[in-house]
């Protein structure tokens, strides 16, 4: 099971005036720093949690239906199901119809059913689903912890930014972080 995104997040969590004032930095210097910082935030919160914050799209491959038929999304919130492909042998896809389908994009995971699903003809990643994820299209859908979450990483990435350049981030996690994002983390024997 693996996701890719085929559409990048309209906006990000935070507003560069919202880490601005969070940091009570007045200048204009490193605003690329600040936007570069708040999106490996967002990046790291959501590979942690595996929550999408902003809407987004997102490709899940498989190999195989599951046994039950029940197909466990394990990135979230799902807002849709936009289409399924299945791929022949000879590397032809065939669109699985979405109309009849049971989605609860809410749960922690979400879980999608679908009426007709024909046997993918390649071995590896012979599924397709492409989904739309995230709490919406503005800051203001997400989550208060997250966001707060978000800031208290962002701050610290800033306060070690002279010793760690932006690609070599997150270098650490703030204290705080893991208490505001635990009800948010998937619970996995």
Request: glycine share 8%; hydrophobic share 40%.
């Amino acid at each position: 099971m693996t996701y890719a995104v085929i559409e990048q997040p309209g906006a990000e969590p935070l507003t560069l005036a919202q880490v601005k004032a969070h940091l009570r930095v007045e200048h204009a210097e490193e605003d690329d720093l600040l936007a570069g910082l708040v999106t490996v935030a967002r990046q790291f919160l959501e590979a942690e949690t595996g929550v999408c914050l902003m809407r987004q799209r997102l490709r899940l491959y498989l190999d195989r239906w599951p046994k039950d038929g029940v197909i466990q999304l394990l990135r979230g919130p799902v807002q849709s199901l936009d289409a399924v492909t299945v791929y022949e042998a000879d590397g032809s896809p065939v669109s699985v119809p979405v109309a009849d389908h049971l989605l609860d994009g809410d749960s922690r995971p979400s879980r999608l059913w679908l009426r007709d699903t024909p046997q993918p003809g390649q071995a590896i990643n012979g599924i397709e689903i492409d989904l739309t994820v995230g709490f919406g299209e503005a800051g203001a859908d997400v989550p208060g912890p997250l966001i707060r979450a978000l800031l208290i990483h962002v701050a610290q990435m800033y306060a070690v930014r002279g010793t760690f350049s932006l690609d070599q981030q997150p270098a650490a996690v703030p204290d705080g972080y893991e208490r505001l994002i635990a009800g948010y983390r998937m619970r996995r024997l």
